[in-house]
């Protein structure tokens, strides 16, 4: 059926009526004092968010021109710093450190698995050079989440290094404290946890970031920090900004502050057992290592039909959108986003969606209802 | 009054309710066949708007991305480059060329002034190392139209340069037929004759221009045209867009389409005439010289009161938001815009909303009324 499409995959995420109500306003001036007050507010729910004091900047553009702004804002050509790779967007943080120059040590971990921290420890013991490392916290190709907060506390041991992290599915979904973590960037995007359509992304910047910043000498200009850093202390930005886009973001932030941090936090892990739970109770692997799935994204093998197939049957019969595998991953997996505007009934409706899609394709050597059952149960649970 | 704003300022301009509708229908995945079906409609008509055979790439970002993005695909570090600059963003683009380590040579106008093609044939005609002219057409904080088919016949001339055009306030209000006048690279951006908010941006690249690109070597990632011309032919995008802007821009790509470019043409200069002559009536002198005014933008020297109060002087009495002036020009200019989404109506009543102001502030000479009925006499006339 057209027009009652629910989208379940990684991002876009679907978007509250609030949020685009907000969105279709009439834009105003961005030089004006009415879009200084969003600004202001805006920067304010951001830092809440990061649960940080530093600056949290908001850039026109996508998730990776936040991670490369993060990148080339704080390193210089031919610095070495270390990429951890265990899915795509380790791939393409790789290619970004690669293109600007930078001397890259990679830390890989098959897809699925995830990264050790134990072997970034051991690079940064061994070396005083590395100036950064990169890592991707939910792996949103994979559905991975890795260890970050072990990993920083690594990164904060060294003298050199700060930590760079893409938390682009986990910032809104899971607990990431900036700053009693130490992580000295993080880039996250408008389409996941912010419950809004995509178009903004945030980059913020520790203390020890700025440090980094002196020293740059990459070539930047419209993903120049600096520039960003100078207009949002007068609440301005120093390029036309996605004027809706913020009406947006304010809306979205204070749903965010609304329903508090725990309890988005809690609301994802219940939603990530049921997925986990109920996935396996009808016969379906989950990709991820077990203890390491993502809070914003599970990734399924179907065991004994064609990943897509499924995929498709659940989009035509039941109209909820699920992302495919990527890559050499296609056909072997489908993933649940599980991120951002989501509550129970989407959950119990998902999984009701893929039994039934099973069933129709003579697949499901489970009793139809088992799922959803499982999910029930498991939302019922108390989680903390 | 709250909520009864009217955009009279070079951008974001006002948006019509038939895009605000696009805008904010629920997103859809950006990876799906309906979504590709937006992308291969939405290009189609961008080549359509920039009378090229060429492909016009849609970038997540302001109009200062997508200049950045011409020019880092196109040149490589220590290119010489010649700039035009008669204007704040005359200035940008040479920030961001000597940012990237291009050897810059200024051609000079005073603002207010026309940039002399002259200057520019005479440097290409006796340096065959110039790879590139960036001008800016349209100077948006002057209110000045440069020369550009003329001084784009001069780059053709050469052997090595291309032609960068910064189109922000040209595309969408008068003729720029870039295949027609040999410009190579056009940047522009949506919240100016689209009709849109901001929030995506536009470049248009010729094949004299994706030659240049294979030499550059300048470091991108997220600005790489490469990436969006490989995923263009798949009617996709390298990084995840702005999806619902896309709703918007198909949308406003259409109401273009029915307008027609040669309507579109005609209704900016009848406006632009409207203005100048009622300005004129009332005794205020145009900042532009005389025959060089921009279609999209009028600058006015309000002869006996600092521009600054007469502009919030109309703000806050009619809640008509006009633009002051930047810089050195802050309380000696305002600006109207006169640009994408603006009907008969809009300059009858700006024109009303100024004199009514000066009436108020006991600054103006003329009967009040001298300048609607100016306004009027003009708008009845034919163009051409």
């Given amino acids: ?78 610095d070495k ?17 690669t293109a600007f120059g930078l001397d890259v040590i990679t830390v890989k971990a098959k897809w699925g698995e995830p990264l050790n921290p134990k072997s970034f420890q051991e690079i940064l013991e061994n070396d005083k050079q590395i100036r950064a490392v990169i890592v991707t916290h939910s792996e949103t190709s994979t559905g991975v989440i890795n260890d970050l907060q072990t990993i920083s506390k690594y990164v904060n041991s060294h003298e050199n290094a700060i930590m760079i992290a893409d938390c682009v599915t986990s910032i809104g979904a899971c607990n990431v404290p900036m700053d009693a973590w130490g992580i000295d960037v993080i880039a996250s995007g408008s389409q996941k946890g912010y419950m809004m ?51 947006a973001l304010e809306e979205a932030l204070i749903m965010m502050k609304e329903e508090g941090l725990k309890s988005i936090f809690t609301r994802h892990k219940r939603h990530m057992n049921a997925i986990q739970e109920s996935m396996k109770s009808i016969g379906l692997k989950l990709f991820a290592k077990d203890g390491y799935g993502s809070p914003s994204i599970t990734s399924i093998i179907p065991s004994n039909i064609d990943a897509e197939i499924l995929r498709k049957s659940v989009k035509n019969d039941f109209d909820i959108l699920l992302a495919g595998g990527q890559d050499h991953l296609k056909g072997k997996i489908f993933r649940i ?30 009793k139809l209802g088992t799922g959803i059952s499982i999910a029930a149960k498991s939302l019922n649970r108390t989680v903390n």
């Fill in 1 to 78: 059926m057209q027009e009652k499409l629910t989208l379940m995959i990684p991002g876009p995420t679907p978007v509250p009526e609030r949020v685009l109500n907000a969105l279709s306003k009439h834009p105003i001036g961005h030089r004006s004092p009415e879009f200084q007050e969003i600004i202001q507010k805006t920067s304010e729910l951001l830092k809440w968010l990061h649960q940080t004091e530093g600056d949290v900047l908001t850039i026109t553009g996508s998730g990776t021109a936040a991670m490369e702004a993060g990148i080339i804002n704080t390193l210089s050509k031919g």
């Fill in 81 to 97: 710093v270390i990429c951890g790779e265990n899915g795509k967007f380790g791939e393409r943080w790789i290619k970004v450190a």
């Fill in 197 to 247: 359509p995509p178009g903004l992304s945030f980059v913020a910047m520790s203390e020890k970031a700025w440090l980094a910043n002196k020293r740059s000498d990459l070539p930047k200009f419209y993903l120049d920090l600096e520039l960003y850093k100078k207009t949002i202390i007068k609440d301005s930005s120093p390029f036309t900004p996605s004027v809706n886009l913020y009406f």
């Fill in 337 to 366: 986003g599980h991120l951002g505007f989501i509550n129970d009934r989407d959950i119990i409706t998902v999984v009701g969606a893929i039994e039934a899609s099973m069933d129709k394709l003579g697949v499901l050597n489970k």
